[in-house]
């Protein structure tokens, strides 16, 4: 008893050891996990700052520019006005008709580029809106392969370790069963022997049949006590596998998830970045356009203001009774 003691003790002590040594890898690959995480996250954390402070750093160094390529176009603007106010009494028809016929095939090249870029920029746009459609649609066939894919996995899985349980099952039923045919055998045996040793004496058939007993009692005590702990050892050591193989899942299930929320935030990011861009294309575009326009139409009420000064001044007028620009 003080043996059998000893040993389920140690046995105990031996199995709290290597709970506690398993509970503390498993702490520390956790451990070991949030700090990759972390470290990724605040890596995505600056690298995004960084961007938005490069964007805005951006913008303001294109609104400057604007502003001073705005700034050196007025002054240019009012030098050739005050030229063209001088330049008035002096011009003659051949030059204003000259002028006048340049401005017409000007016009006609900066209608025939702007209709280009508007068509270019039509383009642009529809290319643009089917890449984002292609790669979104190809995102979702590549999730979708990748989901049938686990589920296929996970079945084989499943299936191989159903198979196994079953043949481990039926190893176990089988020990059982030799070893009930060797103990009926012991016991057929002892009933043998008991009726010879009975025939011969009765006292000793008396004996004998109390010591068998207790014997008996006493192994099948034994018996069953062996049987209990290794029953408790096999189901700690199964339910030890099952944890262990249900965490390797969360965790593979987690970097999964983690893979496929990274690649979606990436291609929103990008969609949003392509928009945005196109936005600032197509505002860049506009403001020129505005700015051609206006000049065109400055440049034209000029030359409509010379040629009826030209006129006047062929029907008997004089110089200074033209019209001049406005200022």
């Not at 575009?285 to 030359?303: G, H, I, M, P």
Request: some cysteine.
């Amino acid at each position: 008893m003080q043996k059998y003691q000893q040993m389920c003790r140690a046995a105990v002590f031996l199995q709290a050891a290597f709970r506690g040594r398993q509970v503390r890898k498993e702490v520390a690959r956790h451990h070991r996990a949030a700090t990759v995480i972390q470290s990724g996250f605040r890596k995505h954390r600056e690298v995004v700052k960084f961007q938005a402070m490069r964007l805005a750093a951006i913008v303001i160094q294109r609104h400057y520019r604007s502003c001073l390529l705005q700034r050196r176009d007025r002054e240019n603007f009012l030098k050739a006005r005050q030229s063209a106010v001088v330049l008035q009494a002096a011009f003659r028809g051949y030059r204003a008709r000259t002028g006048i016929a340049k401005m017409h095939r000007a016009a006609t090249v900066i209608q025939a580029n702007f209709r280009r870029h508007k068509q270019q920029s039509a383009y642009r746009r529809r290319r643009w809106a089917a890449r984002v459609l292609q790669q979104r649609f190809r995102a979702r066939r590549q999730r979708n392969v990748e989901v049938k894919r686990y589920q296929e996995v996970r079945k084989a899985v499943v299936s191989l370790q159903a198979a196994l349980r079953g043949m481990k099952s039926r190893r176990r039923i089988k020990q059982k069963h030799q070893a009930a045919s060797v103990i009926q055998r012991a016991y057929r045996a002892q009933c043998e022997r008991k009726q010879y040793v009975k025939l011969k004496s009765s006292v000793l058939s008396m004996q004998r049949k109390y010591r068998a007993t207790v014997s008996a009692k006493a192994q099948r005590k034994r018996y069953l006590e062996m049987r209990s702990a290794a029953v408790v050892l096999q189901a700690a050591r199964r339910g030890q596998r099952a944890r262990r193989e249900v965490a390797g899942w969360h965790q593979a299930a987690t970097v999964i998830q983690s893979v496929f929320r990274k690649h979606r935030v990436e291609v929103r990011y990008r969609a949003v970045r392509l928009s945005a861009v196109v936005i600032q294309r197509s505002y860049r575009s506009l403001v020129l356009q505005r700015q051609e326009r206006e000049r065109f139409v400055k440049t034209r009420r000029s030359a409509v203001i010379l040629q009826a000064a030209f006129r006047g001044w062929r029907s008997g007028g004089t110089l200074d009774d033209a019209p001049t620009l406005p200022p």
